[in-house]
């Protein structure tokens, strides 16, 4: 194992006040440093400014849910990277930030220039400290929670393993604060959760177990381990690395076949879609079958939304239900002049076409 990622999610890093555990925090960069000492570079998908943020201000006013995340982030946001500063640094190892927002996944020269970032740091021996840039961000345009951004981070950055740590040991078959529940230790590609998963949220982060599962299955299958735990347990990390088959945890199992690059990026790509198009059956059973095969002009019987030429535009069945995203090789003008045509070049080459 040479790179993970790791996701510390808000409810690992601060108290039920809100304000930050040191105690903990200081834990895991111990954990960390072990883990850098033996060979394995280390990206960190950080939560806990907006909660950081919130216990330094007393807000006697009312604001909007949007105004509070931009204050409390932009306080919160310089108070955790200076702890994280301060407490690798007594381990002699070199940190650096990293705040991104969605739209700099929307297009392939942003999401390289991201990964270029973080691939010179690692390259370097620096840690990079990810977060979402709150202080910019607005609602449209963020992310479900940092479980949505640490998948894009792992698949861009092609880890070994995504760690998520939570404030429970992974998904139950049942109600976590009952006793009969236990701990499903490994979810198959194939496998069904819809039964065993929590709908509730976290008290100081945006996203919930549905999330955590939903991202988790998306990342193994493009062919990269997911791990979701615990992360106020006592050395979760050196264990989940050390001692991966004794340690309490969910593991998702990854797909046989890891999809490419480009694919990954398509992959998490569609909520930026252009404008989409309509497949006849037998076109959609082409594309979904076994068989590598382009969507063919001849296989469209419609176009919606206006798009350039290398735009992400979504794929749907007659139903109308989404079955896919790609990239687009016409704008939409082109396109609806050669639907329906035979020997015409593929609308999305197999290359840039991802199957959900």
Known sequence: MKRIAVKIGSNVLTRDDGTLDVTRMSALVDQVAVL????????????????????????NHHMDS?????????IGQAKLINRYYELFRDHHITVGQVLTMKENFSTRRHYLNQRNCMEVMLENGV???????DTVSVTELMFTDN??????????????????????????????KDAKSQVVRSVEPDSDLK?????????????????????????????????????????????????????????FVPAK?????????????????KGSITLNDKAVEAICGSN????????VTAVE???????IISIKNPEGQEIGVGRTSYDSAEARKVIGHHSKKPLIHYDYLYIK
């Open 292 to 299: 590598a095969l382009s969507v063919l002009p001849i296989g």
């Open 147 to 176: 479980d949505e951004l640490s998948g894009l981070i792992a698949t861009m950055l092609d880890v070994d393993v995504l760690i998520i740590l939570s404030n429970i040991d992974g998904i139950y078959d049942g109600d976590p």
């Open 36 to 59: 850098r000492r033996e060979g394995i570079q280390v990206v960190l998908i950080s939560s806990g400014a907006v909660a950081s943020g919130r216990s330094e201000l007393a807000i």
């Open 195 to 251: 039964d065993y998963i929590q709908t509730g949220k976290s008290g100081f982060g945006r996203g919930g177990m549905i999330t955590k599962c939903n991202i988790a299955r998306k990342v193994a299958d493009e062919g990269i381990p997911v791990i979701i735990a615990n992360g106020k347990r006592d050395n979760i990390l050196i264990k989940l690395i050390q001692e991966p088959d004794t340690t309490l945890c969910t593991r």
């Open 127 to 133: 840690i990079p400290i990810v977060n979402e840039n």
């Open 305 to 311: 939304g206006e798009f350039e030429k290398d735009d």
């Open 66 to 74: 949007v105004d509070q995340r931009q204050l409390f982030s932009a």
């Open 257 to 273: 076949q890891p999809v490419s690059s480009i694919k990954k990026w398509i992959a998490h790509s569609g909520d930026f879609a």
